[in-house]
């Protein structure tokens, strides 16, 4: 039996993992869905370009679903839409700079002029079915973003993903303390909340801090300045134009995503630019060295951004040269840092000067360490807790940090991905599962690559393949034509011919077994050729490629 005052609350993604956040919360009449986000493959996936949560509970439940709402822009948090809003055209929710990246990733998709986007700020109070909705504003890399409280008839549910506590942010306006507070006095059921540094002693620091240090790099540097960074944290690149600015230096914006969201920002009034601050990249070879601020992509080492073709010695239009300052201001994901790593080294090699880790200064965390995160927990003093957006290590660490401030051990869990948590008054617990888990997108396959793909493309990606083809006699089941064999990642045919024509030799000899055992099934005789091939193979060489049998019959 289902205690009245109850609601669940559903994570489709983003919890055990950093990536594709998405909540859903549903009271048994309306279902809203928090966030919409990708991840980007794991080395294991290949050939994956991304991941997107599986939606199947929301589209059993269609008629029940209102809306998505949205916290902030970061593809972490809105990427899955375009293929989310092609099975479920919901309303969609969100800030103004949000939406206005949500925008530019619809149009890319055709899918922009069916698509119901609603702006919302912070401040606001929004009604969606049977739910209210609070949007609390919160500091973090990119601006426009916040918190959403969910007032349900069980009560209030705070989702408080990607925040910090910055108390100068570039643009002057501070995580809502008092709005957090007020929640928590009026009481807030179950706080969902950050676990991305959880694991981080201390305090995050300040954005201010970074342009300190841009401006002091600035007054140093005699030749050109690059800066590469994420093209979506618009205070990063405020700060850059501003340091620019203060010694009488122009910015050339390069790379696809820069620009896109530069022009975004300046649209709807987030960036800054002073009178003549930009620069053409026509212009770039006319100025002086010491004229010029170049602010790109490829922070994250990706092979095909400005910057590591620049590294490379690739980039059609800018040569690194000695004497260029390079500030790589951002830290590598998770998995990006040998990529990263390669980057650099390629750009030492060129003969600049490269700045980079966090250490240096030249980036600071947008996510709350463990004392803001504590300080999360006192404000609003939830009933029950979740740790959200991290790896389990980090929500674990959280889980950790919600004890010491008081949250019993009993009313905090660690979720998985499609656990349906029910909470209420009275009630916190795991009530089943529901179908969740990771969407795979090839191209344009969404969901058509699973595991038994992924164990193909790593069993070639390992041992290559090899196809053997054979002609057979309908009516006798003689061998009219080869075996011939062709191979690709296994060995170089033309300097294996003895292996190769060992190969055929065991293949006609599995055939005449075939023949004499009057086996005529296909499949049974593809089994034996691959069965005698493999042996061969794993003798002669220890390696288990791929085998395709294709037996052809006239
Ligand atoms: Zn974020
Ligand atoms: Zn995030």
């Known amino acids: 039996m289902k205690p009245q005052k109850s609601v669940s609350v559903i994570p489709l993604g983003g919890v055990g993992e950093i990536g594709k956040n998405m909540w859903v919360v549903d009271s048994g009449e309306d279902i ?45 948090h809105i990427g899955a839409l375009p293929y989310v809003l092609r ?16 925008k530019g ?44 409280a969910v007032h349900t008839h069980a009560g209030t549910i705070l989702y408080a993903t990607d925040f910090k506590f910055d108390q100068t942010p570039i643009d002057g306006r501070i995580t809502d303390l008092q709005k957090l507070a007020e929640l928590g006095q009026n ?52 700060q850059v134009i501003d340091s620019a600015m203060a010694v009488g230096r122009r910015v050339c914006v390069i790379g696809r995503s820069m620009v896109n ?119 609003v003093r939830p009933r029950y807790f979740i740790p959200i957006h991290g790896e389990y290590r980090m929500m674990v660490r959280h889980a950790a940090l919600a004890e010491a401030v008081g949250i019993p051990r009993d009313r905090i869990i660690l979720a998985d991905i499609g656990d349906e948590i029910e909470v209420g008054p009275e009630v916190f617990r795991r009530a089943r599962k529901v179908e969740a888990g990771p969407v795979l997108v090839d191209g344009l396959g969404v969901g058509d690559v699973g595991n038994i793909v992924l164990r193909d493309r790593q069993q070639l990606s390992q041992d290559g393949i090899l196809i053997v083809v054979v002609t057979i006699n309908r009516q006798t089941g003689q061998v009219v034509a080869g075996p011939d064999i062709v ?23 599995a055939l005449n077994g075939c023949l004499e055992q009057h086996i005529t099934e296909w499949n049974a005789i593809k089994a034996e ?18 085998i395709l049998p294709i037996v052809m019959e006239i």
């Open 187 to 238: 009481g807030v059921l179950l706080l969902l909340s950050d676990s991305t540094n959880a694991e981080r002693p201390g305090y995050t620091h300040s954005e201010r801090t970074v342009g300190e240090l841009f401006m002091e790099t600035f007054r140093r540097a005699k030749g050109r300045i690059f800066v590469a960074t994420f093209a979506s944290n618009i205070y990063r690149i405020q």
């Open 529 to 546: 050729v691959k069965e005698a091939l493999s042996q061969l193979l794993w003798e002669r060489t220890k390696r288990r490629p791929m």
């Open 261 to 379: 969201n530069v022009s975004i920002a300046v649209d709807l009034g987030y960036l800054r630019l002073p009178e003549g601050i930009m620069l053409d990249l026509d212009e770039l070879p006319r100025c002086a060295p010491d004229e010029v601020v170049i602010l790109t992509t490829g922070s994250q080492g990706e092979p095909m951004s400005a910057l590591s073709r620049m590294a490379m010695a690739e980039h059609r239009r800018i040569e690194i040269q000695p004497g260029d300052t390079v500030i790589i201001s951002a830290n590598p994901i998770p998995g990006n840092e040998r990529l990263v790593g390669k980057t650099i080294d390629h750009l030492f090699r060129q003969g600049a000067d490269v700045i980079y880790h966090a250490f240096s200064g030249v980036h600071v965390s947008g996510h709350a360490s463990q004392e803001e995160l504590k300080l999360m927990l006192n404000l």
């Open 487 to 509: 191979s690709r990642g296994f060995v170089y045919v033309r300097e294996s011919e003895a292996l190769m024509e060992e190969a055929r030799s065991r293949v006609r000899v």
């Open 87 to 102: 099975q479920l055209n919901v309303p969609v929710y969100g800030t103004r700079l949000t939406l206005g990246l949500v």
């Open 32 to 76: 809203i869905a928090l966030d919409c986000g990708v991840m980007f493959p794991e080395n294991e996936m290949l050939g994956v370009d991304l991941v997107i949560p599986d939606v199947s509970y929301l589209l059993e439940n269609r008629s029940r679903v209102r809306a998505i709402v949205l916290s902030h822009g970061h593809e972490d």
């Open 105 to 148: 990733k619809l149009e890319e998709h055709g899918l922009l002029r069916e698509a119901d986007l609603r702006e919302i700020r912070a401040g606001e109070r929004i009604a969606l079915g049977g739910f209210k909705l609070d949007f609390i504003h919160v500091n973090h890399s990119i601006a426009d973003v916040v918190a959403i």
